[in-house]
């Protein structure tokens, strides 16, 4: 399947790859957290793990999955949004089967 973003979130990625100045994509992972268990973590990255990585790219964007988080991650689409005074990455996520109330965690 792979990972995808929606052309809102490839610019502000863009964007925030342009005013680093450096970098050859963001990776996309989760961590056990939050109240549902699972966190998204999203990151810069500098350097590739040739082993470890997946590496997508959409929109212009290279997304770098490690094989483990793909698993979890398989299918997601990425989107930038913002509601009144929040904004941010959401992650459509059809591996999720329950989120926690603020969104920032998730299980399967």
């Known amino acids: 399947m792979g990972i995808s973003l929606t052309e809102t979130a490839a610019e502000r990625v863009r964007a925030f790859l342009e005013n680093r100045g450096k970098g050859v994509g963001v990776r996309l992972a989760v961590k056990t957290s939050g109240c549902s268990g699972m966190a998204y973590v ?21 997304l770098i999955v490690d094989r483990k988080s793909l698993l979890y991650l398989d299918g997601t689409e990425v989107d930038y949004g913002k ?26």
């Not at 959401?90 to 089967?97: E, I, L, S, V």
């Open 83 to 108: 509601e009144g005074l929040n904004e941010g990455f959401r992650f459509n996520n059809p591996n999720a089967k329950a989120s926690c109330g603020c969104g920032e965690s998730f299980t399967v």
């Open 42 to 62: 999203i990151e810069f990255v500098d350097e590739l793990d040739e082993e470890n990585d997946v590496v997508f790219e959409d929109h212009g964007v290279k």
